[in-house]
């Protein structure tokens, strides 16, 4: 029984940061690659970062530099740490357990969807 489940979010001030969390159970958690996506009222889905297995990492422009995803497979988790956080990245954010241990960005192929966690960046 797979399982994926995102937490951590919240209400920040733009400049803040939050460091959302993915658990996941039910699958060989160190042998695949780990998403984030999200989505904001109005807009489409947007792969945010992944993961590889070998700790090859991928961002999407509009969080480079601010953004930083890391695994800890002891514990089952991945992380994901915003900083210099922005109104923009208002969304519902979900992780997803990718089919094998590398993340292809342009035809995503996605198992399993956790369920998501609001992050909401105001003043």
């Known amino acids: 029984d797979v399982q994926l489940q995102a937490s951590g979010g919240g209400l920040v001030q733009p400049g803040g940061s939050l460091r959302l969390s993915c658990a996941g159970s039910?699958?060989?958690?160190?042998?695949?690659?780990i998403s984030w996506f999200r989505q904001a009222p109005g807009k489409e889905r947007e792969g945010v970062s992944c993961?590889?297995?070998?700790?090859?990492?991928y961002y999407a422009d509009s969080v480079k530099g601010r953004f930083t995803i890391s695994r800890d497979n002891a514990k089952n988790t991945v992380y994901l740490r915003m900083d210099s956080l922005k109104p923009e990245d208002t969304a519902i954010y979900y992780c997803?357990?990718?089919?094998?241990?590398?993340?292809?960005?342009?035809?995503?192929?996605?198992?399993?969807w956790g369920k998501g966690t609001q992050v909401t960046v105001s003043s």
């Open positions: 997803a357990l990718e089919r094998g241990p590398a993340c292809n960005v342009v035809h995503w192929g996605i198992d399993h």
């Open positions: 039910g699958f060989s958690f160190d042998d695949r690659a």
């Open positions: 993961i590889y297995k070998s700790g090859t990492t």
